[in-house]
């Protein structure tokens, strides 16, 4: 088999991975590095030494893709282990904006809070928080724990009776309600293996 004329490093491919997604990516790769040598290439010219050694290693390429097998596959994806990586791992769920919560509830955050929040969420936390505001109380956190949205609430001074109660039932109705709808986008929340670790509708169930 023809060795590869690029400075790949080696490593080890992950085997859980599917042949047929094993096989994209693999392709994937070797489109993204025959681009870069064909760029390379019009910008020096094909005629000059290094054009000439461009065309060598795009047409070694060509032949990898032409004849790709599970072994060179797998070498491919070890040496471009950093670009499957991006592609294999769970995408990542934006997180609300915590300086427009700092900014419309002053009183109610203090500098120190812990706000870590999907966008789905949000109307279920701004809710909250109107609840609260004008009450002595502070929220210590508000982010999600074992798939709810976990709210922390605590004193300004010695708690009073209604006072407590209130942010009792504020926080476990926050809870309930956030337990039935997708952190991420606010559609319904879907039942699935990944419902006991996260609350998200069928569409966003791999995001974390």
């Known amino acids: ?12 491919m992950d085997p859980v991975i599917p042949p047929a997604v094993m096989f994209g990516l693999a392709r994937d790769i070797l489109r993204k590095e025959m681009g870069q040598r064909i760029e390379r290439r ?11 050694r461009l065309t060598s290693e795009i047409s070694t390429l060509v032949q990898l893709g032409q ?31 915590a300086s427009d919560l700092y900014a ?12 870590w929040v999907g966008p789905g969420w949000r109307a279920i ?5 109107d609840a609260l505001k004008g009450r002595p109380v502070v929220v210590h956190m508000a982010r999600e724990d074992r798939a709810g949205l976990r709210l922390v609430v605590g004193s300004v001074g010695d708690w009073k009776e209604p006072d407590f109660d209130l942010a009792a039932a504020v926080a476990d109705r926050t ?13 319904p929340a879907a ?4 419902s006991r670790y996260r609350t998200r509708c069928a569409d966003h169930a791999e995001e974390r």
Do not use: Y
Request: with cysteine; hydrophobic share 40%.
């Open 125 to 129: 936390l701004t809710e909250a928080f």
């Open 42 to 52: 019009r910008e020096i010219g094909r005629d000059t030494p290094d054009g000439v």
């Open 175 to 187: 809870w309930a309600r956030s337990l039935k709808i997708c952190e991420t986008c606010g559609a």
């Open 191 to 194: 039942n699935g293996s990944w």
């Open 1 to 12: 088999m023809t060795a590869f004329p690029m400075r790949w490093h080696s490593g080890a």
């Open 67 to 97: 004849s790709l097998d599970e072994t060179t596959a797998k070498q491919i994806i070890a040496a471009g282990r950093a670009a499957v990586e991006a592609r294999l791992a769970p995408p990542r769920m934006p997180r609300c904006d």
């Open 104 to 115: 419309q509830f002053p009183d109610l955050l203090p500098e120190d809070a812990q706000v």
